[in-house]
């Protein structure tokens, strides 16, 4: 059974950092894409960021470009975000996912 699970999300002040994680389970074939979202209060879903399975290949939206850094642990089955400067508006929640499959979140709020 495929599975996603998000932590790390927290209450963080403004140009602080987080971390987060993602624990998937049950991938039985090769996934070419793992991706998070976030969904800010009210608002839909946004794409943040990609990483590539085969060669490791990264992408981001230009909100977060130069802030976040997605990477992937592949022996641990464990996918990352690293947000650095985050703003306000980065309060989300964030998810993995890949291909049709999504966690259930980890709510950022950041705040002062």
């Known amino acids: 059974q495929v599975q996603l699970v998000e932590s790390g999300g927290d209450l963080v002040q403004p140009g602080g950092s987080l971390r987060l994680s993602c624990a998937y389970t049950?991938?039985?074939?090769?996934?070419?894409?793992w991706t998070w979202v976030r969904q800010a209060p009210g608002k839909g879903l946004e794409w943040v960021s990609d990483i590539y399975s085969g060669n490791g290949g990264t992408a981001y939206a230009d909100s977060v470009k130069g802030r976040f850094t997605i990477s992937r642990d592949n022996a641990k089955n464990m996918l990352y975000l690293q947000m650095n400067s985050l703003k306000p508006e980065d309060t989300a929640v964030y998810y993995c996912?890949?291909?049709?499959?999504r966690g259930k979140g980890t709510l950022v709020t950041v705040s002062s």
């Open positions: 996912q890949s291909g049709s499959f």
């Open positions: 049950g991938f039985t074939r090769n996934t070419n894409v």
